[in-house]
């Protein structure tokens, strides 16, 4: 190879790593929106639906980290088919590095495994604390989104989650139990505290239901039921219909979204994402863009601290 060629090659090298670093820089800091997924009830598909939410994402273009913050039995990894060697203690104790901890599930999907690292957050000082959120914030340049996806029920962990983020996603079913506790949920959700201006947009799915009739009733009801008894406005985006096909891509540990794309489930879910992050009208009931990482991890580990 000539002088000259070794010369424009350089250049051209040169030339992609000043356009790569301008489009790094060129993300607004905090451009970063952060969804928990809740439900009162335990097995309502919080963990099917937000592995299936990141794929049909990813099919959009968007770059989806899914956050398995199930402190109890964290499942995300039972879901599709991959163990996780490593998880956020790992981040704590500076063994692994984040890139270490993240599972590339699929192109622009990644998995962050929470683990027992979840709770040691609120162990830490505040100087490993902020480094570790530093480390975290790497996480804005590589996605869009972040998906977190909760045990269920109504205790600190779950709910300091929903409040951390953007945006809550309720999930509920039609059964009397899981709309009662999904109005547990709503009713826990803390009003955001003083000095805290930003209004969190809370949106509930009805998952399982046997028609979009059914959705609607459910939906109806538990919306109805916010706004008087607890003068919450939350949005409903749409429901996903029980669908054979979740059970058998659970069996082939795949997602649904992936294995059987034109199910109804999965149109369920390419609804649910129009109207959480597309152009859809409802989509202006979004009071604040999105914060971002940082301030989702403050919040959260303010959180954890504060008593309730
Ligand atoms: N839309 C659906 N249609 C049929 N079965 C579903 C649907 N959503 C979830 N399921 C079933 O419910 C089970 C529990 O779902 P999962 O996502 O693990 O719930 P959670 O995370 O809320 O505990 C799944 O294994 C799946 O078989
Ligand atoms: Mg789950």
Redesign the pocket.
């Known amino acids: 190879m000539s002088e000259s060629t070794l010369l424009i090659s350089d250049q051209a090298k040169e030339l992609r790593r000043i356009v790569e670093r301008h489009k790094r820089e060129n993300r607004a800091p905090g451009s970063l929106r952060t969804v928990t997924i809740i439900?009162g009830k335990?097995?309502?598909?919080?963990?099917?639906?937000s592995l299936n939410l990141a794929c049909a994402l990813a099919e959009g273009g968007k770059k989806a980290v899914l956050l398995d913050a199930d402190l109890g039995l964290a499942?995300l990894d039972m879901?599709c088919g991959i163990t996780a060697k490593y998880n956020l203690t790992h981040l704590i104790d500076g063994s692994r590095t984040l890139d270490d901890i993240l599972i590339e599930l699929k192109r622009d999907v990644w998995i962050l495994p929470g683990g027992s690292g979840l709770k040691e957050l609120a162990d830490l000082d505040q100087t490993r604390l902020m480094e570790l959120i530093d480390t975290l914030g790497f996480l804005e340049d590589r996605a869009d989104i972040l998906l977190v996806?909760t045990g269920?029920g109504i205790h600190k962990g779950v709910l300091t989650f929903a409040e951390a983020a953007d945006t809550a996603l309720l999930?509920t079913t039609p059964e009397p139990t899981a709309i009662r506790d999904a109005y547990g949920v709503l009713k826990a959700l803390k009003a955001p505290e003083e000095g805290d201006t930003a209004k969190k947009s809370i949106y509930f799915v009805v998952?399982?239901a046997g028609s979009e009739g059914e959705g609607l009733e459910v939906a109806n009801r538990l919306r109805m039921a916010a706004s008087q008894f607890l003068g919450l406005s939350i949005e409903y985006a749409g429901c996903?219909?029980?669908?054979?096909s979740?059970?058998q891509a659970?069996r082939f540990r795949k997602p649904f979204y992936q294995l059987y794309p034109d199910s109804p489930?999965a149109a369920g879910v390419r609804r649910l994402v129009e109207i959480l992050f597309g152009t859809s009208a409802r989509k202006h009931t979004d009071v604040n863009p999105p914060r971002g990482l940082k301030a989702f991890f403050s919040r959260l580990t303010r959180g954890y601290f504060l008593e309730r």
């Not at 335990?42 to 639906?49: E, I, P």
């Not at 996903?240 to 054979?244: E, M, P, R, S």
Request: glycine fraction near 12%; avoid cysteine; hydrophobic fraction near 45%.
């Open positions: 439900s335990g097995g309502v598909g919080k963990s099917n639906l499942n879901l996806d269920a999930v998952n399982m996903v219909l029980k669908d054979h979740v059970e659970v489930a």
